[in-house]
Nanobody, 117 residues
Framework: QVQLVESGGGLVQAGGSLRLSCAAS????????MGWFRQAPGKERELVAAISRSGTTTLYGDSVKGRFTISRDSAKNTVYLQMNSLKLEDTAVYYC??????????WGQGTQVTVSS
């Protein structure tokens, strides 16, 4: 069973950058489509970005296109989310997600990102 641990969240000023990491243990991530989701208070969880098993295909939520970049490092069994030009509305708990056909989705515990003015 894969276990996911996010890190890298924190407090940052608007316009700043953060890089989130999602480290996996228990099994290689190479067979999983990986994603980052976020949930702000009072809002539904939304997809931020996703990356294919090979890393060659990515997709992004409309609100983060051009500002966020998802990547994966198979050697480190880790997925990253580089967040640039952060806005107040990016404030949320960010969750790492792993999915593959025929298996339940796997979630990390989340990491808080707070963007201040």
């Amino acid at each position: 069973q894969v276990q996911l641990v996010e890190s890298g969240g924190g407090l940052v000023q608007a316009g700043g950058s953060l890089r989130l990491s999602c480290a996996a243990s228990g099994r290689t991530l190479s067979n999983y489509i990986m994603g980052w989701f976020r949930q702000a208070p009072g809002k539904e969880r939304e997809l931020v970005a996703a990356i294919s098993r090979s890393g060659t295909t990515t997709l992004y939520g409309d609100s983060v296109k051009g500002r966020f970049t998802i990547s994966r490092d198979s050697a480190k069994n880790t997925v990253y989310l580089q967040m640039n030009s952060l806005k107040l509305e990016d404030t949320a708990v960010y969750y790492c997600n792993a999915r593959r056909y025929g298996s339940p989705q796997i979630w990390g515990q989340g990491t808080q990102v707070t963007v201040s003015s």
